[in-house]
């Protein structure tokens, strides 16, 4: 898969992962994944065992992106996500494991 060319407004999905997503790859698989489009952000562990994930780019891209999470081997260990859509902030230039 290759990334799509950046042509419209951009915005910050933010989803919290629940389930046996730590120690388990999970951060690493979403790295992966990330390389695939155009986006930028992170993806950390958090205190209460769940998976943040913050992105920002297209609309699309970021629709696609959480697509492929679920669609990848990860779905098994995922039992939950909640999912929150706000305006760009510009803060990151790439998206890495924080």
Request: net charge positive; with cysteine.
């Amino acid at each position: 898969m290759t990334p799509h060319r950046s042509t419209g407004r951009q915005e910050q999905v933010v989803a919290v992962y629940r389930g046996q997503v730590q120690g388990v790859g999970f951060r690493y698989t979403v790295l992966r994944l990330a390389e695939d489009f155009l986006i930028t952000g992170f993806v950390r562990n958090e205190w209460d065992g769940s998976v943040l994930l913050t992105a920002e780019g297209e609309r699309c891209e970021l629709e696609r992106f959480i697509v492929s999470i679920a669609s990848s081997r990860l779905n098994r260990t995922i039992h939950g996500v909640e999912i929150h859509w706000r305006p760009a902030t510009g803060a990151w230039s790439h998206f890495t494991v924080a």
